[in-house]
Structure formats: C-alpha cells, structure tokens
C-alpha cells in the first residue's frame, strides 16, 4: 500500500464537488486529447493528472490542456497513482472521484450518466461494465477469458454477480474516497479493490459503458505477463479477502 504525505503534493484552491482522477504514465501522444475530452463532456468537475514518474512530456502537455497536475518523482505504478488521486480528493473534501484513463479508451460522456446512477442507486461506486451490453470493444480473446476467470472469482468471494471486475472506469461517493485514500491494492488494483469495498461493508453497482480500444501507447501488460498477472492477482484477491478490515469499517 501506498504511503505518502500531503507535503508531498500540490493542493489546489476552488475544489468542485467532483474530481476525475487520470492516472497517466508516459501517454504523451494523447493525454491532451484525454484531458480535453473530459473538460468538454463534464466541465463541471476538476480534472487532476497524476503524472507517475513519466518519462516522456505527460505532465507538461496536460498541465497546457488545461488539468491539475501532480508529478510523481518515480514511477509508484497504477495502484500507486490511482491512490494519489484518492489522496488529494479526500484532503480537499470532493464528494465525488472517477477514475478514467489516460490512453483513451474510456468515454468522458459517460461519467454524468454513472455520476447520476451512484447518486441514484446509494451505492458507494459505479463500475462502468463493457460487458452488460456487449457494445463496444471487448478485449482480446485471451484477456476476456482472463476477465471472465476474474469475474468468477470475485463473485464467489463477495456472493454477488460482477460482470467485468478489472474495468477502470469507476465513480465514486465520500465513503469510498476515504477509504482508497487509506488502503489502496498497488499492482493491477481493480480486482482487488472490489473485494476490499466488500470486506468493509461497502457497496457497488456495474452499470454499462461503452468502451474504445487503447488508442494511444502501449499496454503494460504483454502477453507474457498474462499468467504471470493472472497469477498474482488471484493470490492477492484471497489475501485481500482474508484481512479483516473493522477498524477501516469504524472510520467509514
């Protein structure tokens, strides 16, 4: 789990009610359009880039686009990246956070319609699922077996159908905020974090999206790394699912 002081980042004055978190490690090629995209699709909210360690002109070029931007030194990783922004959403008292990509894939127009699901629904978060409907791109062949191993994995631990647990595009309520901001998995956290919500009384709800492929940059996880990652993911979500979580649950 990620540690890190607040003096360690930059806090900006004129917080909104809802803050989009764009984790961005050397997507240079599109991050602008990224950051665009969101100020035009949901003006109403704060857009915070958090620059993990990149190599390339990332943080530059969505600082020029128009987002806040936090510059991490090294690279911490997505776990490490995502929880930064939870971080500054809960020392700035947002009621909201997202999560949305900064290669492209996800649909900045979406984010009022799940931001109204969570408000409508109670639930903790929104999970933008691209399997509900089937629209869109799917994934490859060999990473929705993956998924759908995932799927069923979770769903057997937390005792409820989860259709597509490693989607990033996630929406967030105060309670939940806290809680990342506290304890967030490091490696390839999706999955994981499902199973953390659960395990201190939290709720989600999957709600469809539609989903691009990466239109900029590479994934890092190759083919190679698949079982590899498959591996580690599973072990963790049963690691995640043995902690007992009551002092977290008391602060919530």
Known sequence: ???????????????????????AYNEAEGIARVVNEI?????????LVVNDGSRDATGRLAEEA?????????????GGAVQTG??????????????????????????????????????DMIVGS??????????????????????????????????DPTSGYRVCGRRTIELFARDYPTDYPEVEALVLMDNC??????????MSARKTGKSSISALKSVYYMIKVTLAVFMTRSRKNKELSAQL
């Not at 128009?66 to 997505?78: D, E, M, P, Q, R």
């Not at 509900?132 to 005792?159: H, M, N, P, W, Y």
């Open 66 to 78: 128009g987002a806040l931007v936090i510059h991490l030194s090294t690279n911490l990783g997505i």
């Open 1 to 23: 789990m990620l540690n890190m002081t607040f003096d360690q980042m930059t806090c900006f004055p004129g917080a909104r009610e809802a803050l989009i978190i764009v984790p």
């Open 39 to 47: 100020r035009t699709r949901a003006p109403y909210t704060d857009v």
């Open 130 to 163: 691209r399997f509900l409907t089937g629209e869109g791109f799917q994934s490859t062949f060999a990473r929705k077996v993956g998924i759908d191993l995932l799927a069923g994995l979770v769903s057997g631990l937390i005792g409820r159908k989860v259709t």
């Open 201 to 210: 009384g939290l709720s989600f709800v999957e709600t469809p999206v539609v």
């Open 86 to 123: 939870y971080r500054y959403a809960a020392e700035n008292g947002y009621r909201y956070a997202a999560q949305i990509d900064g290669d492209g894939q996800h649909n900045p127009a979406d984010f009022g319609r799940l931001l109204d699901t969570l408000r409508a629904s109670g639930a």
